[in-house]
């Protein structure tokens, strides 16, 4: 542990900064664990698009499809190649909470920065707010390392700002992915916003929410290597320039990158996310791969559709 489970919040506050991306886990033809190819991606995203932190295991990377020990060995590759040169998140989340608590364990032992924690599904439940309190109490109580909160439509309901503000309370919660409508994460943010980083997934949202909530943390999907290369960080360029206070210039650039965006964001086919990003990867000279089952595999026409798609939005590779 690179802090202490007190000083966990003033930790984040100074470490976790900037653009950190959800990863994709690449698997094989034969649907095993691509750990070369994981390694490989993690050096293009560090190395070459100055990522700086990573979220892994998380649904982008299809955890729910992986073992136990696969989800741990991925927290170790991740850290291995990091080496302290970009921040890591491991994604604890299960609906089982002793599997919760053993892979956030694992993150803390095998030297990861922080973990994050999905709402749970809740069944049968009238006292929402304090179960879910309950939950992430009792992983503080058990953990020292630096938790993050993760409130999504998947759970069932979302976690209201005056219950995740409660939860910010607690010494090591440190940050929410708040994958929830804008009016409530400005509410949040003007709430804990001193105390824990507020963020949520969406890119486009990105750059105001910099410029008027002062956010500091895009916590994080998979735009910040499938909108950029190599050779085209536009995403990167426009954060720069809105933390410097260029606005005006940072919203140029950002707006240039729209027809990524739409060509993105259009060519998707329903119900295959994980698929399409991966191929999308796979255009960009990432590693890609298959889909687990249960998820469903993109087709030769839903490729050629995405393959046009990608070679005219105006990226450069």
Known sequence: MKYSKLDAKDHAREHMRGIW??????????????????????????????????????KQGEFFAMSLDERKRNFEITVEECDG?????????????????????????????YVVVHAPILHFVTDQDDTVYNYYKALCDRLDIGIAMWSHPDSGYLMRPELCARIAELPNIVAIKYSVPREMYVRLTHMVGDKIHVSTAAEGEWLDNIIELD???????SPPYQIQSKVDQRMNEYTRLAFAGKFDEARAVSASLQPV????????????????????????????????PPLLQL???????????????????
């Not at 087709?299 to 590779?317: H, M, N, P, S, Y």
């Open 21 to 58: 991306a959800a990863a994709l886990n690449p698997f094989n033809q034969d649907f095993t664990f691509n750990e070369t190819g994981l390694r490989a991606n993690i050096r293009h995203w560090v190395d070459d698009l100055a990522i700086q932190g990573l979220f892994i295991a998380g």
């Open 85 to 113: 040169r970009a921040g890591t998140i491991m994604s604890a989340s299960d609906q089982n909470f002793d599997t919760v608590l053993e892979l956030a364990l694992h993150a803390q032992n095998c030297g990861a920065d």
């Open 215 to 221: 956010w500091k943390l895009y916590l994080c999907s």
């Open 261 to 292: 965006r739409d060509a993105f964001r259009d060519s998707k086919p329903g119900g295959k996310p994980q698929a399409h990003g991966k191929y999308w990867q796979e255009l960009l000279g990432q590693t890609g791969g298959p889909v687990r």
């Open 299 to 317: 087709t030769d026409a839903e490729k050629a559709d995405i393959r046009r798609a990608f070679d005219g939005c105006g990226l450069q590779v």
